[in-house]
């Protein structure tokens, strides 16, 4: 009888501190991006590259606090765009529930760059606040002044 009111104590505090425990982080899954209202927007003089990503949450709850980030994946575009200005910590945000967020974000060129080449050079991604890539994504469109 006595090991028995001491297991029964014990046996209730661990159901407790499990079902206290944390929940997990609701951002896999719920941002993605909007492909219609998504591009990159190139200027020749002087050379820039704009990226315009609109970023929805099609789910009823909010995102926690993630960071949009921008890849350079083609080695030539590298030499073009300031790699370490597109490679920063990333732009903040978070979406409401059934909302959506916009993110622009202006680069210099070193030089006029073909839209096709961005199209397949550049991508973007979603982390969060634990750096864990929840989302990746291309444009599919780009436009030149």
């Known amino acids: 009888m006595q090991k028995t009111k001491r297991i029964l104590p014990l046996a209730l505090t661990l159901s407790l501190l499990t079902a206290c425990g944390a929940t997990p982080k609701q951002t896999d899954g719920i941002v993605q991006h909007d492909p219609e209202e998504s591009a990159l927007y190139l ?7 704009t990226i315009h990503a609109r970023m929805i949450n099609e789910e009823d709850t909010p995102t926690e606090d ?7 994946v083609d080695e030539d575009l590298q030499e073009i765009i300031d790699y370490d200005a597109i490679a920063t910590d990333g732009e903040e945000f978070s979406i409401s529930a059934e909302g959506s967020f916009v993110v622009n974000a202006s680069f210099p060129l070193s030089e006029p760059i073909e839209e096709e080449h961005v199209l397949t050079g550049i991508e973007a991604y979603v982390e969060d606040d634990e750096g864990n890539e929840i989302y990746r994504f291309t444009f599919d469109h780009a436009e030149t002044d």
């Open 66 to 72: 993630i960071y949009l980030h921008f890849d350079v």
């Open 43 to 49: 200027t020749t003089d002087p050379p820039s590259m």
